[in-house]
């Protein structure tokens, strides 16, 4: 999609710094993280979040939950929390649904 910044990095229009790429999923470091380690991943398909997803998308849904759960594994996290805003309500700031896989600096508090 024209004006996504998610897309922009997917074709490498702007830069990140990216972690893991495959034919389908891309991951690279958030550039404002709230932890020690913070990664996005993203479909390289731009469905804007998980309000507009439905059965057909319960697939690229779960393979981005495994890969996740293997890139912080890759990234040496004993334990980290995962985030996906929707919508604006949801505290969605781009709108390109995203993977928050964070953690490492310490033990997270129970939200
Ligand atoms: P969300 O509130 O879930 O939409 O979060 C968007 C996230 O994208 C924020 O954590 C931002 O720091 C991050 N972000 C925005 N622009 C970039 C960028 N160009 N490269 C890496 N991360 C970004
Ligand atoms: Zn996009």
Same mark, same amino acid.
Request: charge should be neutral.
């Given at each position: 999609m024209k004006d996504c910044i998610f897309c922009k990095i997917i074709n490498k $229009?702007? %830069?990140?710094?990216? &972690?893991?790429? $495959?034919?389908?999923y891309l991951a690279f470091k958030d550039i404002n993280p709230i932890d020690k @380690? !913070?990664?996005? &991943?993203? %479909?390289? +398909? !731009? +469905?804007?979040n998980l309000i507009e997803c439905d059965e057909t998308h319960q697939m690229m849904l779960g393979k981005m939950l495994l890969l996740g759960s293997?890139?912080?594994?890759?990234?040496?996290?004993?334990?980290?929390?995962?985030m996906i805003n929707s919508g604006v309500e949801g505290?969605?700031? @781009? =709108? !390109?649904? /995203? =993977? /928050? @896989?964070?953690?490492?600096?310490?033990?997270l508090a129970k939200i």
């Open positions: $229009d702007i %830069p990140a710094s990216i &972690i893991y790429e $495959d034919q389908e @380690v !913070h990664i996005l &991943i993203i %479909p390289k +398909i !731009h +469905i804007e293997k890139l912080a594994n890759k990234l040496g996290l004993k334990g980290y929390r995962t505290g969605q700031e @781009v =709108f !390109h649904i /995203h =993977f /928050h @896989v964070y953690g490492g600096s310490k033990t």
